[in-house]
């Protein structure tokens, strides 16, 4: 790894198999940089060698967290959630994060380097519309009609098996189509269907960073990254940050059983419809993640126990982030692009 900056790469995991494969596949672009896995076991089930490997399970959860360890899910890769604050705590440039299914694409290299140059490329947004069809009319500024914001999350994508929900990738097996991606910044005010198998953010971003209450213990599952990733592009155009999405892609193997998905994405299809609109009414005033979090749980006024639920996990996420430090990472809002309501 390149020496101009720190990184963390965070792995959540229940299968010993995927694991080891991961480790070897990824060995060399990740022998000088910390490797967390979290196991979704309430004890280590298998060994991990390696001098850059953090091995947590259940049991470091409780013992860490105590009475908050509820607010990080268990059977769900949500679990991760744990291994951000981890990561947060060695206080990285960038934290990475992948699923266990995901290997490095044949013959390339510089995989974090690539996320780096990435978060380091300025989002680029339209900021100004014609009035007119093929004439353009007074008041348009002849060069400066893009926003220019810096990027705090790069969502990178995957050659392969791409992330399709459990009904389109059943239709997909009957009637395939190639799938394509562009590098492209999602523009302001705009949403986007973040999925946890390869992202990189800057650590500041951890405390408004947070996968929900998902699994087998709540009303819904397999959601956990889109709602995340709804909140925080929210928080973020407010902020005056942009997210990135492309590259640096991965080969994604897809572990997982569409019948099973199936199963777990079918409560949550309903709410998803409308979530986004719930949250995209909420009116931020803070100036730091912390605050725009917090404003944001308030703001989710949904009726029913996971709902309540959720709101009080996600306001007491922020403060367990403060305790590994989090005043020094939160940072003042850009003041030009930023999104005001």
């Known amino acids: 790894m390149d020496s101009e900056f720190k990184a963390v790469v965070v792995v959540p995991t229940i299968r010993e198999s995927s694991i080891r494969e991961f480790l070897m596949a990824w060995g060399n672009e990740f022998r000088d940089v910390t490797l967390i896995v979290v196991e979704d076991n309430p004890e280590k089930s298998f060994e991990i060698s390696g001098g850059n490997v953090e091995h947590y399970s259940w049991r470091d959860i409780d013992d860490e967290l105590g009475e908050n360890a509820w607010i990080i ?36 290299v510089g995989f974090l380097r690539d996320h780096w140059s990435r978060l380091n490329h300025e989002g680029v947004t339209v900021a100004w519309t014609s009035t007119l069809e093929g ?13 220019k914001l810096p990027c705090i999350l790069n969502h990178g994508l995957w050659d392969s098996v791409p992330d399709l929900d459990a009904p389109t990738q059943l239709l997909q097996s009957r009637y395939p189509r190639d799938v394509n991606w562009i590098e492209r910044t999602i523009p302001l005010g705009t949403y986007f269907p973040m999925c946890g198998m390869n992202i990189a953010f800057r650590p500041e971003v951890v405390p408004a960073f947070y996968f929900l209450l998902m699994g087998s213990s709540y009303e819904y599952d397999r959601f956990g990254d ?17 997210i990135n999405t492309g590259s640096p892609a991965v080969t994604h193997l897809r572990a997982s059983s569409v019948w099973a998905n199936l199963k777990k994405e079918a409560p ?6 409308t979530l986004w609109t719930v949250i995209d009414r909420v009116l931020l005033t803070g100036t730091s ?8 749980a308030c703001g989710l006024n949904l009726k029913g126990a996971y709902w309540d639920q959720l709101r009080r996990a996600m306001l007491l996420w922020p403060d367990v982030v403060a305790q ?10 850009v003041e030009t692009g930023a999104l005001s309501q």
């Open 324 to 333: 590994y430090g989090c005043e020094e990472w939160c940072t003042q809002p």
């Open 268 to 273: 949550g299809l309903e709410a998803n419809e």
């Open 226 to 242: 889109i709602w995340s990733g709804i909140i925080l592009k929210k928080i973020a155009d407010h902020l005056g940050y942009c």
């Open 289 to 296: 993640f912390t605050e725009c979090y917090k404003e944001t």
């Open 73 to 108: 899910p268990r059977r769900t890769d949500c679990i991760r959630s744990y291994g951000y604050l981890k990561a947060y705590q060695r206080k990285p440039d960038m934290i990475v994060t992948l699923d266990d299914d995901c290997l490095p694409l044949d013959g390339r």
């Open 135 to 147: 004439t353009v009319p007074r008041g348009v500024p002849y060069y400066r009609k893009d926003r």
